[in-house]
């Protein structure tokens, strides 16, 4: 059994991985989660999303149309996703894909379902509620299928990033034209394993389980909705116990309403305030921690051992290729899920200059999340150069960084080096690009890094922020 990083000689574990780090000779219980996509704001995230209502209002138009065979055609292409090694196959991954029998009679499904007649049914997400015959797994399936061509493109920037080999003329297998809204098919680079390729998929986008559940919609929502209708029009069901307080039990509701996708849409339909209320509470899904997608990993001695790591590697031109290495695994330890999707050597300007590091600026709290939503500043994207250098950084770099900043893209960076002769005339210097209206530059040096990582190790992640925020502010004063 090996990992990607193992087939790759990427030496790197999970916590310095953007993608998930699966098993190619077994499928990871894993799912790509659709409701994520539309609760996330980052670009990625909002393109899938953009695939996932085209693909499901092709159906739907289908459906309205009384069209079988053009819905028939659209869902007879969701085929097997065996290059994620996500799902749930035990063995060798085989998938779990839609077939011409299945595409049939998850059509006649949608079609004959009541949420679909009356406007319940909106997007996949919804099928676990509403559809018979349409669970976790296979709806992870669908998804993974429509959004193929963003997990390619994805893949490929992963690849840059940590210097995996792509092979060209590769069939992509469907991929969804939104435009078009029809499948088409291309040849794509991709990497390969023993013939086979491999599309890598963000961890920031998998969960063990969907959000949406009906069990957890009829259980927690449903019936105690109708235990309180029950309540409040003293009807048969209610019961008075000997204190005097009445009640109705979920059993007896479970019996008087049995569980059926069937009635989920018909109670949906009579209340509608009940399912936003459920969509409401469920909010925006939290991304799986590095502990919960690797078995027996303890960040606190994998922070100690990252500095025991940077102290090993020497200055200078011979180990700036170890340092960079080293440097994108541990702002992706330190900084995930508020930064991810990183993008090595990004070009801009027509490829004019080139970025060491780019990354998408995920965070809903904290210090990364001020900067984003903070006028100057908006920071969409942090940019990162890391210079291993043996003499001080100077200026040069400075503007080299700072030409890189737009108001689209955002105005944050951070000069990644190993230390300072003169701290104070440096911060001095990132002082003035920031009183010059050309951007924010926070230094980091081995010291920051130290310091970062052993608040980790001591159990006080929340002080990380509170360090950078510290940090920025001295380019305030």
Known sequence: MAKLSQHFKIDKVQPELDFVDVDTDTDKHLFIDPYVFSKRTDPWSAKCHDSMLSFFEAVLDAIREGNRFKGQMLLNQLHEPNETCLGLSSGTPSGRGIGSLQAEDLFRRMSDSRAAETGLLEELSDCELFIPGIGPDKISDITTNIIRMHLIEYTQYQCEVHGIELRGQVASGNLWNENSRRWEERYVQLPIIDGRKIIMVPKASVR?????????????????????????????????????????????????????????????????????????????????????????????????????????????????????????????????????????????????????????????????????????????????????????????????????????????????????????????????????????????????????????EQGRRPDVDRYLERRFNELLT
């Not at 078995?295 to 340092?323: P, T, V």
């Not at 230390?419 to 209206?437: G, K, L």
Request: proline letters at 3%; charged letters at 30%; one cysteine or more.
């Open 208 to 456: 063990w389980n969907l959000s949406f559940s009906h069990r957890q919609y009829y259980n927690r929502f449903v019936l105690e909705f109708l235990q309180a209708e029950h309540l409040a029009q003293h009807t048969s069901l209610v019961e008075t116990l000997r204190s005097g307080r009445q009640r109705v039990t979920k059993k007896i509701l479970r019996e008087q309403y049995p569980l059926s996708k069937h009635f989920l849409a018909e109670f949906s339909e009579q209340h509608p305030e009940v399912l936003e209320r459920y969509k409401d509470w469920l909010g925006v899904p939290r991304e799986l921690s590095d502990e919960e997608l690797e078995e027996q990993f303890d960040e606190k001695h994998f922070a100690r051992a990252l500095i025991a790591e940077l102290d090993e590697i020497n200055r200078g031109s011979h180990d700036a290729g170890r340092f960079h290495s080293f440097m994108i695994g541990t702002l992706q330890f330190i900084f995930y899920p508020n930064l991810i999707y990183p993008e090595k050597e990004c070009e801009i300007h027509d490829g004019r200059k080139r970025i060491d590091i780019a990354y998408t600026n995920n965070s809903d709290t904290g210090f990364f999340f001020r900067r984003r939503h903070e006028a100057g500043v908006a920071a969409k994207k942090i940019y990162v150069e890391c210079k291993n250098y043996m003499k001080e950084i100077a200026n040069p770099e400075l503007d080299q960084l700072a030409g890189r900043f737009s108001p689209i893209r955002g105005r944050l960076g951070l000069l990644i080096g190993r230390s300072f002769d003169d701290r104070e005339r440096f911060i001095a210097r990132c002082r003035d690009t920031a009183r010059d209206d050309r951007g924010f530059i926070i230094a980091i040096v081995d010291h920051d890094v130290v310091q970062m990582l052993e608040m980790i």
